[in-house]
């Protein structure tokens, strides 16, 4: 959890006017993990393929939704450390070249963390933007936990997405998570389960058909939104998502063969042919392992 001592701090920095010497003392650092079926105006998978068709189309809004956060952040607090994680695929969709050049960036999918690649108890805060609702949302745009053989999540019975996810692993080192952006969906998972500012970019129309919201509104809405998160993290007014020590991890797959290799892993048990269980000590460790479990053992 976040000592009292830090968010004062926090608090400070962000009444700029009323604490000029503790504004200098650190700057604060926000952390960006950013997705792609959540982004505003895109409305179908290919548009988030590499070899989709106007998958430029997705590169360049989802360029500039990154952009309007960032510009609103570094309005409000011009000093502001700002990094950006593509957490995308391959994690090499952003035109990287285009983003504001006040930001540093993370490109390339081949990390432990994945989407929170980067992340550590040094942020004061997490935004998530082009999120999706977890593995079968049936309200949800493109929903899906990790990859598609991942059929569910639990951390501590808790059911997660990849919002869910990230956010443990935020909690783990004291870091909230203050916006999140994303498919109507999302936004009702992540507003009720991390207590975030959502913004909701489209709503889906059917599971892998979307009623878009103009790229141009949804930049209005994000801006807005980040005034109204910072306004409340002055506040004080988020908590990490902690989930204590242990976690424990049940993660249930679409194949059976997918669970007998990771009986592999010293430590884990099988609940049914579909589904493993794992404790871990925290969720730092447990983010760690279900992530080489879905991404880097396939099947
Ligand atoms: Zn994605």
């Known amino acids: 959890m976040i000592s009292r001592s830090r968010w004062l701090t926090v608090?400070?920095?962000?009444?700029?006017?009323?604490?000029?010497?503790?504004?200098?003392?650190?700057?604060?650092?926000?952390?960006?993990?950013?997705?792609?079926?959540?982004?505003?105006?895109?409305?179908?998978?290919?548009?988030?393929?590499?070899?989709?068709k106007d998958y430029s189309l997705g590169r360049e809004l989802v360029t500039a939704e990154v952009n309007v956060v960032v510009d609103a952040i570094l309005e409000r607090l011009p000093d502001a450390d700002v990094l950006i994680n593509d957490s995308h695929g391959d994690h090499q969709n952003l035109h990287h070249t285009d983003l504001d050049p006040r930001v540093t960036y993370i490109q390339g999918a081949i990390k432990p963390l994945g989407m929170v690649q980067g992340l550590d108890g040094s942020f004061d805060a997490v935004l998530f933007l082009g999120y999706h609702a977890k593995a079968g949302d049936p309200d949800g745009f493109l929903a899906h936990t990790g990859t598609g053989s991942v059929k569910g999540l639990w951390l501590n019975d808790v059911?997660?997405?990849?919002?869910?996810?990230?956010?443990?692993?935020?909690?783990?080192?004291?870091?909230?998570?203050i916006l999140a952006a994303?498919?109507?969906?999302?936004?009702?998972?992540?507003?009720?389960?991390?207590?975030?500012?959502?913004?909701?970019?489209?709503?889906?129309?059917?599971?892998?058909?979307?009623?878009?919201?103009?790229?141009?509104?949804?930049?209005?809405?994000?801006?807005?939104?980040?005034?109204?998160?910072?306004?409340?993290?002055?506040?004080?007014?988020?908590?990490?998502?902690?989930?204590?020590?242990?976690?424990?991890?049940?993660?249930?797959?679409?194949?059976?063969?997918?669970?007998?290799?990771?009986?592999?892993?010293?430590?884990?048990?099988?609940v049914d042919g579909f589904t493993v269980a794992y404790t871990a000590e925290d969720a730092d460790q447990a983010y760690r392992l279900i992530r080489l479990m879905y991404r880097f053992v396939q099947s």
Not at 231 to 245: K, N
């Open 159 to 177: 059911e997660v997405g990849e919002g869910g996810m990230n956010a443990a692993f935020a909690g783990s080192h004291g870091v909230p998570v």
């Open 11 to 52: 608090v400070a920095v962000l009444s700029l006017t009323t604490q000029p010497a503790l504004a200098q003392e650190r700057p604060l650092r926000f952390f960006i993990s950013v997705d792609m079926e959540g982004i505003g105006g895109i409305g179908t998978g290919a548009m988030t393929t590499s070899t989709g």
């Open 182 to 270: 994303g498919d109507s969906a999302a936004a009702h998972e992540l507003g009720t389960q991390l207590g975030a500012v959502t913004i909701t970019t489209k709503t889906a129309e059917t599971p892998e058909s979307a009623r878009l919201i103009h790229p141009e509104r949804v930049h209005e809405l994000l801006a807005e939104g980040v005034d109204r998160a910072l306004d409340r993290l002055a506040r004080g007014g988020f908590e990490p998502f902690y989930l204590g020590s242990p976690v424990r991890i049940r993660m249930r797959f679409a194949s059976t063969t997918h669970v007998d290799i990771l009986m592999s892993i010293p430590g884990m048990s099988k």
